[in-house]
């Protein structure tokens, strides 16, 4: 900024110029009006448009200055959210391999698994069907000696004439007795015991009853006659016996009930071991 500079004479201290020695008053609204003019010369509008371009370029300097450390700080900013994504990123990745590569050990597992239940399965339906062979061959082995002795006793009458003596006819119904016996022992081996309720309390899961008579002499609800016998293969009822049964006589002592049922039991389970020992010597046998 330029100031108007006056003579070297005016600014002399002790220097009196005939107009300032002695002002008069005629001369002092001319002094003001001079100062004002001098004050307004020097005022902040009248700049140097060589000093005001340069600190134009001066302040557009700082701006980009600013301007380029925020636009630093924002990228060093984005750098380190862009790190953090990227490894969130893998993070999740190796997440999701390590997801897929359990779901295909888990899936490889469960085929494996589904084929050992497959061969279980078939192997075992193979070998409870080898088991009930063997138990039918091992029971028809059983039953081929019967066979025998029925034919032979067959043989033996059929040589009976009309002339045969009541001894012969003993001798055939003995046969026939023994042959009977060796059938009954066959399947008590193979824990089957026949049901033959004559005088025993009315069971329904053991008996049929087929017919009713009076006795008033016997416990009501009583079997009185057995047309045919059931049977019993270890705890499992395989044929219920035909009975008759008795009504119009005194009720049966809870006493006795109790121990009918008790006997029962005995007998279910001892034929429930012989067939056990009779499942062993198959198993024995194989």
Sequence with gaps: MKVPIEDADEKKPGTAQPSEAEPSTKDAPAAKEAAASTTASSAPGDIDPEDDAAMRAAAMKAADEVLEQEAVEDAKKFRTERDELQKKLSDMTEDIEKAKKEAAESTERLVRLQADWDNYRRRTAQERLDERERAAEKLVVSLLPVIDDME????HASGFGQDATAEQFKQFVDGVSAVHDKMVGVLSKEGVEPIDPAGEPFDPLEHQAVGRREDKDAYDETVDQVYQKGYRMGKKVIRTAMVTVTYGGPKRPAADTAANVADKDTEAKG??????????????EK
């Design 271 to 284: 034929s429930g071991d012989k067939a056990h020992g009779s499942g062993s010597d198959a198993a024995k």
């Design 152 to 155: 032979r006793a067959l043989e």
